[in-house]
């Protein structure tokens, strides 16, 4: 059973997290918060395999909670999923710069999120090596 922690401002979020991993067929459980602050707490506490994380949230926002993320050793090594309805692309690759994994814009097509979900927690792509839409970038 994988879990996953989703930390978003926009519940729903979470439920479509939970349907592409079902169409993915990957037993999950859900952990949900609304924060970037809350997010790096429970992802410090390095009992997720998967974290998603949206950039543009209240108190603290998802660079800085990723960035906290990926210097904490206890979470540093958890694969990241940027979902942000942001489509500006200096955003997106400063993201993957940070540490994120991947970065999925919203709307996202559920399909296109299963496929990263599964390959993010598969370990099947490297840490910043893909942008949105999944297309490599040319690193």
């Known amino acids: 059973m994988k879990r996953i922690l989703v930390v978003d401002d926009d519940p729903p979020v979470a439920r479509l997290i939970s349907a592409a991993l079902k169409a993915a067929e990957i037993e999950h459980i859900i952990d949900y918060c609304s924060d970037g602050g809350q997010g790096k707490v429970k992802a410090g506490q390095g009992e997720c395999d998967l974290i998603t994380l949206d950039l543009a949230m209240p108190l603290m926002d998802g660079f800085a909670a990723l960035e906290e993320m990926k210097r904490n050793p206890k979470c540093a090594h958890i694969p990241v999923i ?41 370990g099947e792509i490297e840490p910043g090596g893909m942008g949105p839409g999944l297309k490599p970038l040319g690193r």
């Open 82 to 122: 940027v979902i942000t309805s942001h489509q500006d692309a200096e955003m997106h690759q400063r993201a993957l710069d940070l540490g994120a994994t991947a970065v999925l814009t919203k709307p996202f097509k559920p399909r296109q999120a299963a496929e990263t979900l599964r390959r993010a927690l598969m």
